[in-house]
């Protein structure tokens, strides 16, 4: 094992330092920016997580089969330093993790400023296995190598764009990267040729970062596969000229693997409390959840080259996915890698390390994404862990085409070669900056941006919601409510909402004539609308929006007025419900509710009076009457309008049991109108419906 006194190399620790902290604080921008789909998810998830740690409850700190243990653990470390108490207001675990914002909000504390506050502790986390891998690169391949592959990964849009979620994704691969690097770093500094002790408590490092990994996503276990290549390309060096190592560099390496698994159970065990209570019983959910994921997909519909797929989209995702989300300085280096390989392996320009680590990463990346593809559920963000290698690739390409050219032209000065890697960095800080504060919306430029992309690939993840709260709340006017139904997941903008915020998120649909006047503005979203999971937009979408959310050319979301909209030909079909009023009302719904029997008119001609009036008899079974009016105007043609009339006081009888006397008049002239029922034959100028039309509404 190599010396502390190696590691400690202060113009390394420098370097790291003021690396990690350019990737901190990249990713620490425009955190209040948005809130994903999942993000409330996992803000529940570690809520649960720090009280089950606090109050002794471990079984409860399983909370997803994923298992998301690190990016629970960095939660927990918010609450616990933002709101302490959080463990005292519960008393049992919270189920319902999509209104754990009312939990909240409940409890005095801000569901945003909360969320921020998690994010923040998960990207300090995420920075600490940076820093981890970044001095394990730095020992493997050459200092220009290091500072541009780190630079790349640094500034990596897509990288980026899910890093400063707290989500499970980001961290896993930043993890998963440093638990590869150490893989191969202490397969090369622990010789199976030399004393068994020699350098093995590397492999006891590299175990306990590949349980983070796991622990994060339990993809991770791939690793044991980067363990055992690593392990088998060492016997291979050594065979010195044989067919077999040698039993000792056999045996030597197997006692590596058993330590490399033994730190690695143990880390797991030791970061994983509900181990100590069920170890069968987690395991089993564990296992049984991924292959269920792999085999079944997900539970909703894909969007994938145009086309809508349910259960697998086939296994050219992710080669299309990491086509459309690399930069062109990416792809430049990893082109440069290729081309030049040839002319690196016949210059040995390629040390034993930064070959074995090539070997190895490109191996990994390779098996990685075959695996993911053959699985079922594809998201784009599953398949972030070969960005990394990627990164690495390319910065071996960039560094192999500036030794070529300087043996090529032996008087490049070092300015130049300094230069083009600045360049290079700008380039790919370039691809970042443009899509701020959105890094989730870069799509390579090069195949038409995220214009080009949205006819390709599933798009937005939360992207957005924030101008739509904004934008909504300055269409409320003074102290007037509204009513919003989105397609997208509420707690998404609940999170950019006042406690006492005039817009109510409701989800009771937009199927019925009083469900659309009743809906003041209907959010559609793009991954929904993609999808064809929003049925609602399925109406609406013949009408212009008032507003669209537009991000890079792209609507990520698009508010509509269905209140102020004329009402569909879908919902003006005819019931036993319906009446019309002369030749220019129709009475379309009746729902019954607290305090109120609301009728819903629908405006049949333009020169209808200015001020009408309705008249509401309620008849009790023994011939009771109570009456209760109301004016209202009807608007123009095609629109909804409503009008409220007062329950009646019921004593022994039940509403159901009521029947309803409708009478409308022109407020002007006093006179009913003749009524036009169902049957399209004038009844008189009375409809008298029954309660199914009206009761439990």
Same mark, same amino acid.
């Given at each position: 094992?190599?010396?502390?006194?190696?590691?400690?190399?202060?113009?390394?620790?420098?370097?790291?330092?003021?690396?990690?902290?350019?990737?901190?604080?990249?990713?620490?921008?425009?955190?209040?920016?948005?809130?994903?789909?999942?993000?409330?998810?996992?803000?529940?998830?570690?809520?649960? &997580?720090?009280?089950?740690?606090?109050?002794?409850?471990?079984?409860?700190?399983?909370?997803?089969?994923?298992?998301?243990?690190?990016?629970?653990?960095?939660?927990?470390?918010?609450?616990?330093?933002?709101?302490?108490?959080?463990?005292?207001?519960?008393?049992?675990?919270?189920?319902?993790?999509?209104?754990?914002?009312?939990?909240?909000?409940?409890?005095?504390?801000?569901?945003?400023?909360?969320?921020?506050?998690?994010?923040?502790?998960?990207?300090?986390?995420?920075?600490?296995?940076?820093?981890?891998?970044?001095?394990?690169?730095?020992?493997?391949?050459?200092?220009?190598?290091?500072?541009?592959?780190?630079?790349?990964?640094?500034?990596?849009?897509?990288?980026?764009?899910?890093?400063?979620?707290?989500?499970?994704?980001?961290?896993?691969?930043?993890?998963?990267?440093?638990?590869?690097?150490?893989?191969?770093?202490?397969?090369?500094?622990?010789?199976?040729?030399?004393?068994?002790?020699?350098?093995?408590?590397?492999?006891?490092?590299?175990?306990?970062?590949?349980?983070?990994?796991?622990?994060?996503?339990?993809?991770?276990?791939?690793?044991?596969?980067?363990?055992?290549?690593?392990?088998?390309?060492?016997?291979?060096?050594?065979?010195?000229?044989?067919?077999?190592?040698?039993?000792?560099?056999?045996?030597?390496?197997?006692?590596?693997?058993?330590?490399?698994?033994?730190?690695?159970?143990?880390?797991?065990?030791?970061?994983?409390?509900?181990?100590?209570?069920?170890?069968?019983?987690?395991?089993?959910?564990?296992?049984?959840?991924?292959?269920?994921?792999?085999?079944?997909?997900?539970?909703?519909?894909? &969007?994938?080259?145009?086309?809508?797929?349910?259960?697998?989209?086939?296994?050219?995702?992710?080669?299309?996915?990491?086509?459309?989300?690399?930069?062109?300085?990416?792809?430049?280096?990893?082109?440069?890698?290729?081309?030049?390989?040839?002319?690196?392996?016949?210059?040995?320009?390629?040390?034993?390390?930064?070959?074995?680590?090539?070997?190895?990463?490109?191996?990994?990346?390779?098996?990685?994404?075959?695996?993911?593809?053959?699985?079922?559920?594809?998201?784009?963000?599953?398949?972030?862990?070969?960005?990394?290698?990627?990164?690495?690739?390319?910065?071996?390409?960039?560094?192999?085409?500036?030794?070529?050219?300087?043996?090529?032209?032996?008087?490049?000065?070092?300015?130049?070669?300094?230069?083009?890697?600045?360049?290079?960095?700008?380039?790919?800080?370039?691809?970042?900056?443009?899509?701020?504060?959105?890094?989730?919306?870069?799509?390579?430029?090069?195949?038409?941006?995220?214009?080009?992309?949205?006819?390709?690939?599933?798009?937005?993840?939360?992207?957005?919601?924030?101008?739509?709260?904004?934008?909504?709340?300055?269409?409320?006017?003074?102290?007037?409510?509204?009513?919003?139904?989105?397609?997208?997941?509420?707690?998404?903008?609940?999170?950019?909402?006042?406690?006492?915020?005039?817009?109510?998120?409701?989800?009771?649909?937009?199927?019925?004539?009083?469900?659309?006047?009743?809906?003041?503005?209907?959010?559609?979203?793009?991954?929904?609308?993609?999808?064809?999971?929003?049925?609602?937009?399925?109406?609406?979408?013949?009408?212009?929006?008032?507003?669209?959310?537009?991000?890079?050319?792209?609507?990520?979301?698009?508010?509509?007025?269905?209140?102020?909209?004329?009402?569909?030909?879908?919902?003006?079909?005819?019931?036993?419900?319906?009446?019309?009023?002369?030749?220019?009302?129709?009475?379309?719904?009746?729902?019954?509710?607290?305090?109120?029997?609301?009728?819903?008119?629908?405006?049949?001609?333009?020169?209808?009076?200015?001020?009408?009036?309705?008249?509401?008899?309620?008849?009790?079974?023994?011939?009771?009457?109570?009456?209760?009016?109301?004016?209202?105007?009807?608007?123009?043609?095609?629109?909804?309008?409503?009008?409220?009339?007062?329950?009646?006081?019921?004593?022994?009888?039940?509403?159901?049991?009521?029947?309803?006397?409708?009478?409308?008049?022109?407020?002007?002239?006093?006179?009913?109108?003749?009524?036009?029922?169902?049957?399209?034959?004038?009844?008189?100028?009375?409809?008298?419906?029954?309660?199914?039309?009206?009761?439990?509404?």
């Amino acid at each position: 094992m190599q010396s502390v006194g190696a590691w400690f190399n202060w113009n390394r620790i420098v370097t790291i330092a003021v690396l990690t902290c350019i990737y901190i604080g990249i990713r620490l921008l425009n955190l209040d920016q948005m809130v994903t789909t999942d993000e409330p998810i996992w803000l529940a998830r570690s809520g649960n &997580f720090y009280r089950a740690i606090r109050s002794g409850d471990f079984i409860h700190t399983y909370q997803m089969a994923q298992p998301g243990v690190m990016t629970m653990w960095a939660g927990a470390v918010a609450y616990w330093i933002k709101a302490p108490e959080f463990a005292t207001f519960q008393t049992t675990n919270l189920d319902d993790v999509y209104s754990f914002e009312k939990v909240l909000r409940a409890n005095g504390i801000d569901p945003l400023s909360m969320m921020v506050a998690a994010k923040v502790s998960k990207v300090l986390l995420q920075s600490l296995f940076f820093a981890i891998g970044t001095a394990f690169l730095f020992r493997l391949v050459r200092p220009r190598v290091a500072w541009l592959a780190s630079g790349l990964i640094i500034l990596s849009p897509f990288l980026t764009g899910f890093d400063f979620i707290l989500h499970v994704d980001g961290l896993f691969t930043t993890i998963c990267f440093a638990a590869l690097l150490s893989i191969v770093y202490a397969s090369l500094h622990s010789p199976l040729q030399g004393s068994f002790e020699s350098g093995i408590g590397w492999w006891i490092v590299a175990g306990a970062l590949s349980a983070c990994a796991w622990l994060t996503r339990s993809t991770g276990v791939l690793l044991i596969g980067v363990a055992g290549l690593s392990l088998l390309h060492e016997l291979h060096a050594v065979r010195g000229g044989t067919w077999f190592p040698g039993w000792r560099s056999v045996w030597s390496a197997a006692v590596r693997l058993f330590l490399w698994l033994m730190a690695g159970a143990l880390t797991t065990v030791l970061l994983l409390p509900a181990l100590w209570v069920d170890p069968g019983g987690v395991l089993s959910k564990l296992w049984s959840w991924s292959s269920n994921a792999a085999s079944e997909g997900h539970e909703n519909p894909t &969007f994938f080259m145009g086309e809508i797929h349910q259960g697998n989209p086939g296994w050219a995702v992710y080669p299309i996915v990491t086509v459309w989300r690399t930069t062109p300085v990416e792809w430049f280096g990893v082109l440069a890698f290729v081309i030049l390989l040839p002319w690196m392996l016949r210059r040995r320009s390629l040390s034993k390390d930064s070959l074995r680590l090539v070997i190895v990463a490109v191996v990994f990346a390779v098996v990685y994404l075959a695996a993911m593809s053959i699985g079922a559920k594809k998201f784009d963000r599953y398949i972030l862990p070969i960005f990394p290698v990627i990164a690495l690739i390319a910065a071996l390409g960039i560094d192999a085409l500036l030794g070529w050219a300087t043996s090529r032209f032996r008087r490049m000065p070092d300015l130049v070669r300094v230069g083009t890697v600045a360049l290079v960095i700008a380039v790919q800080g370039y691809s970042m900056i443009q899509v701020l504060p959105y890094r989730l919306d870069y799509y390579t430029p090069l195949l038409g941006g995220p214009e080009g992309a949205q006819h390709v690939l599933q798009m937005g993840w939360g992207q957005g919601d924030r101008e739509v709260v904004e934008f909504l709340d300055d269409q409320v006017p003074g102290d007037s409510r509204v009513v919003m139904q989105t397609s997208a997941v509420p707690s998404a903008f609940s999170y950019f909402m006042d406690d006492d915020s005039p817009i109510s998120i409701e989800g009771f649909g937009m199927s019925t004539p009083a469900e659309w006047y009743e809906t003041d503005y209907y959010v559609a979203g793009i991954q929904e609308t993609q999808r064809d999971m929003a049925s609602g937009y399925r109406i609406l979408q013949r009408y212009e929006p008032v507003k669209t959310i537009d991000i890079g050319g792209v609507p990520y979301f698009m508010i509509y007025t269905p209140a102020l909209l004329p009402l569909p030909d879908e919902l003006q079909q005819a019931t036993p419900c319906n009446a019309d009023f002369g030749n220019g009302i129709r009475l379309m719904q009746i729902i019954s509710r607290d305090s109120t029997i609301d009728l819903y008119w629908l405006s049949l001609q333009t020169d209808l009076p200015e001020t009408m009036m309705v008249k509401v008899e309620f008849v009790a079974p023994d011939g009771t009457r109570q009456l209760s009016t109301a004016e209202w105007n009807p608007g123009d043609t095609g629109l909804m309008s409503r009008t409220r009339a007062g329950l009646p006081r019921i004593d022994d009888a039940a509403l159901a049991d009521y029947q309803l006397e409708i009478t409308v008049f022109d407020a002007t002239e006093q006179e009913p109108l003749a009524v036009n029922a169902h049957s399209d034959q004038i009844i008189g100028t009375t409809f008298t419906t029954e309660s199914e039309c009206f009761y439990g509404g």
